[in-house]
């Protein structure tokens, strides 16, 4: 099992671009989120998804967009970059029963700059 | 809304010596709470997990307590080795939807 995997692992835009972070999971897990680490901050969840087909905002959904057509693909869409969405990007997935999650598992990050 | 915090920011202890860490949540209506490690550039991976009816895990040497009464978790890791040098985030699941709320995390180095 490669677990979850995030590409790029760097990437750089001007202001106004957009661009897709690619999140996918080989474990077959219903569950899957996308959180953004800033420093000195904890991770915030942007979108979240319990299934294909389901979506749902988090914390701090403005400014992106994600969908989720199948178990294994949750990408997440940056519509008009802006430099306040600088920040590392962690995908997690893990297997869903409603009110106790399991483990959640990490891709490694996806490090972005908007300049 | 729930706010996770975790003091000290920063911890720095020799070899051998056993590390304290602790998270503090203000809503104890939690369905779990879970420890994480983060290295450099790297993801988190995850430590223990300790669903709101247990009062404790442990996996090798590493132990978590949970107290939902008073808002506290503490993650005990014995015998430091230079090699726990990494961020302890810890986070609370407090809705039934998976999501989780996570504290700004602990720097640890261990010296040898």
């Known amino acids: 099992n490669a677990g979850v995997t995030q590409t790029p692992k760097f990437q750089v835009l001007k202001t106004g671009q957009s661009m897709t972070l690619q999140c996918a999971q080989d474990m077959n897990h219903e569950y899957m989120s996308w959180y953004r680490q800033d420093p000195g901050m904890g991770l915030r969840l942007i979108h979240y998804?319990?299934?294909?087909?389901?979506?749902d905002q988090g914390e701090v959904p403005n400014g992106y967009n994600v969908s989720r057509s199948t178990t294994e693909d949750f990408p997440l869409r940056l519509l008009s970059a802006a430099p306040s969405q600088t920040s590392v990007y962690f995908c997690?997935?893990?297997?869903?029963?409603?009110?106790?999650?399991?483990?959640?598992?990490f891709g490694p990050g996806t490090r972005l700059t908007v300049l | 809304k729930q706010e996770v915090t975790q003091i000290p920011a920063a911890l720095s202890v020799p070899e051998g010596e056993n590390l304290v860490l602790n998270c503090s949540f203000t809503?104890?209506?939690?369905?779990?709470l879970q420890w994480f490690r983060q290295d450099p550039g790297k993801g988190l991976t995850s430590l223990l997990l300790?669903?709101?009816?247990?009062r404790e895990q442990t996996s090798g040497r590493l132990n978590a307590s949970l107290d939902k009464s008073s808002g506290r978790s503490t993650l005990y890791i014995a015998a430091s080795q230079p090699g726990d040098s990494a961020t302890y985030l810890c986070?609370?699941?407090?809705?039934?939807?998976?999501?989780?709320?996570f504290g700004s995390g602990t720097q640890v180095v261990v010296t040898p």
């Open positions: 809503d104890s209506a939690i369905y779990n």
């Open positions: 300790i669903q709101s009816s247990q």
């Open positions: 998804s319990v299934g294909a087909g389901i979506t």
């Open positions: 986070a609370v699941e407090s809705d039934s939807w998976g999501k989780l709320q």
């Open positions: 997690a997935s893990s297997p869903y029963r409603r009110g106790n999650t399991d483990t959640q598992y």
